[in-house]
């Protein structure tokens, strides 16, 4: 065993204890156990997801780690956010009946880990109320799905405490029931996917028409590359108008063309799309079929020639993104061309879009320059300081202790 190796796992030991102690100062006893699940990092494949399509996301060492004691024969749910998120004073827990709980209420953070055990129940697991104490290292609002990892998190948690038998597979789509029926947000299974399926040292491609996934080696440092962060600072949500009518607009033109979804078309259909589209719901779609096409020519050269690589369908994702699905603000496109201009070998925005975060795979050699550029751009724009950080691809949902 390393020394860096070693010193990683005393982190992560004195972190779990950390939060036990947390927990056992805010409810008075001691948790069940403690578990953790990824933020995400969508490497290319953005809006293919709920039209059946392809995805190559990764999962991150930013993570959402929740300590649960169950409460066996109580229907009472209190949660409580190392963030000072949406608690009601500085020390006191969120309390809820799951029995009065109902879909599209406003419960704010509470939200995530009460869709999670609402969906659970609705597919007949027995949940009974539990305490839940939330420390998160995901910057909220930043497209790293700061959200699902508490949705994942707590939902592998709850079907542990429960004895239930679910597979990863089980655990994605009961995690999209949540997001979808009670939260409200009509997200699909990548960000799920990734946060539960992930593995050290490599992204996951995912068919979200089976649901079948598979690992792709993605090692950036292996390459001599690191993945930087740019993290705009602005907020996004999926739960808004602008991700739902994106949404519609590709169903709409998988009608208008005859086919059950987006994934169903190819580059060659395309002139004949145009024809029969709206000027807007043709760019929607025309985005939709090309990012299809460029998640698998990722796929390819990451298997064939390495991370190194795949710089130039990074930049065509983010153009697509721009131009034709109009998800991009003027932060992510100054943080994607001014981490390109000082040597990035590919950059695009990341995540649902309208805000969040934008990724720019770089050398090491570089990355000081590349950062120092992103924050002369930001600061001549007059735009506020973005949060720049690495990433690398990390292990999934798990329990901790």
Same mark, same amino acid.
């Given at each position: 065993?390393?020394?860096?190796? @070693?010193?990683? /796992?005393?982190?992560?030991?004195?972190?779990?204890?950390?939060?036990?102690?947390?927990?056992?100062?805010?409810?008075?006893?001691?948790?069940?156990?403690? *578990?953790?699940?990824?933020?995400?990092?969508?490497?290319?494949?953005?809006? /293919?997801?709920?039209?059946?399509?392809?995805?190559?996301?990764?999962?991150?060492?930013?993570?959402?780690?929740?300590?649960?004691?169950?409460?066996? $024969?109580?229907?009472?749910?209190?949660?409580?956010?190392?963030?000072?998120?949406?608690?009601?004073?500085?020390?006191?827990?969120?309390?809820?009946?799951?029995?009065?709980? @109902?879909?599209?209420?406003?419960?704010? *953070?509470?939200?995530?880990?009460?869709?999670?055990? *609402?969906?659970?129940?609705?597919?007949?697991?027995?949940?009974?109320?539990?305490?839940?104490?939330?420390?998160?290292?995901?910057?909220?609002?930043?497209?790293?799905?700061?959200?699902?990892?508490?949705?994942?998190? @707590?939902?592998?948690? %709850? +079907?542990?405490?429960?004895?239930?038998?679910?597979?990863?597979?089980?655990?994605?789509?009961?995690?999209?029931?949540?997001?979808?029926?009670?939260?409200?947000?009509?997200?699909?299974?990548?960000?799920?996917?990734?946060?539960? #399926?992930?593995?050290?040292?490599?992204?996951?491609?995912?068919?979200?028409?089976?649901?079948?996934?598979?690992?792709?080696?993605?090692?950036?440092?292996?390459?001599?590359?690191?993945?930087?962060?740019?993290?705009?600072?602005?907020? &996004?949500?999926?739960?808004?108008?602008?991700?739902?009518? #994106? #949404?519609?607009?590709?169903?709409?033109?998988? +009608?208008?063309?005859?086919?059950?979804?987006?994934?169903? %078309?190819?580059?060659?259909?395309?002139?004949?799309? $145009?024809?029969?589209?709206?000027?807007?719901?043709?760019? !929607?779609? !025309? &985005?939709?079929?090309?990012?299809? =096409?460029?998640?698998?020519?990722?796929?390819?050269?990451?298997?064939? $020639?390495? =991370?190194?690589?795949?710089?130039?369908?990074?930049?065509?994702?983010?153009?697509?993104?721009?131009?034709?699905?109009?998800?991009?603000?003027?932060?992510?496109?100054?943080?994607?061309?001014?981490?390109?201009?000082?040597?990035?070998?590919?950059?695009?925005?990341?995540?649902?879009?309208?805000?969040?975060?934008?990724?720019?795979?770089?050398?090491?050699?570089?990355?000081?320059?590349? !950062?120092?550029?992103?924050?002369?751009?930001?600061?001549?724009?007059?735009?506020? $300081?973005?949060?720049?950080?690495?990433?690398?691809?990390?292990?999934?949902? #798990?329990?901790?202790?």
């Amino acid at each position: 065993m390393t020394s860096q190796h @070693t010193e990683a /796992t005393s982190r992560q030991e004195s972190g779990q204890q950390d939060i036990l102690q947390a927990f056992r100062d805010a409810f008075g006893h001691d948790a069940d156990g403690v *578990w953790m699940a990824p933020g995400r990092v969508n490497l290319i494949g953005e809006h /293919t997801d709920y039209n059946d399509g392809f995805v190559l996301p990764f999962a991150i060492d930013l993570k959402a780690r929740v300590a649960v004691r169950n409460l066996p $024969e109580s229907r009472t749910v209190r949660l409580l956010s190392a963030q000072g998120v949406g608690t009601q004073g500085a020390a006191g827990a969120l309390e809820f009946d799951l029995d009065r709980i @109902t879909p599209g209420g406003d419960y704010g *953070w509470a939200s995530y880990p009460l869709g999670v055990a *609402w969906a659970l129940e609705q597919s007949g697991v027995s949940v009974s109320g539990f305490e839940l104490y939330l420390d998160s290292t995901v910057p909220l609002g930043s497209g790293l799905s700061s959200s699902h990892a508490i949705e994942c998190a @707590t939902i592998t948690a %709850l +079907a542990e405490l429960s004895g239930a038998s679910l597979s990863a597979q089980d655990l994605v789509l009961l995690t999209q029931r949540g997001e979808n029926d009670f939260v409200g947000a009509p997200t699909g299974i990548l960000d799920q996917s990734a946060s539960l #399926r992930g593995e050290r040292g490599h992204a996951v491609f995912l068919d979200c028409r089976d649901q079948h996934a598979e690992l792709i080696p993605f090692d950036a440092e292996a390459d001599d590359l690191v993945m930087l962060v740019i993290d705009t600072r602005v907020a &996004h949500s999926h739960s808004d108008g602008g991700y739902a009518s #994106r #949404r519609a607009a590709c169903e709409g033109g998988a +009608a208008a063309l005859g086919v059950p979804a987006l994934r169903d %078309l190819g580059l060659e259909d395309l002139p004949r799309a $145009e024809e029969l589209l709206d000027e807007l719901t043709f760019r !929607r779609v !025309r &985005h939709v079929v090309t990012e299809d =096409a460029r998640v698998l020519e990722t796929v390819a050269v990451l298997r064939a $020639e390495g =991370a190194k690589a795949i710089g130039p369908l990074l930049d065509a994702s983010h153009v697509s993104m721009r131009d034709d699905f109009e998800i991009s603000c003027p932060e992510l496109d100054v943080a994607v061309d001014s981490a390109r201009a000082a040597g990035a070998i590919g950059a695009r925005m990341t995540g649902g879009g309208f805000g969040g975060s934008a990724i720019a795979l770089t050398p090491r050699g570089l990355e000081d320059e590349v !950062r120092q550029a992103v924050l002369g751009a930001f600061a001549s724009a007059g735009f506020g $300081e973005p949060r720049l950080f690495t990433v690398t691809p990390a292990e999934g949902a #798990r329990r901790l202790a």
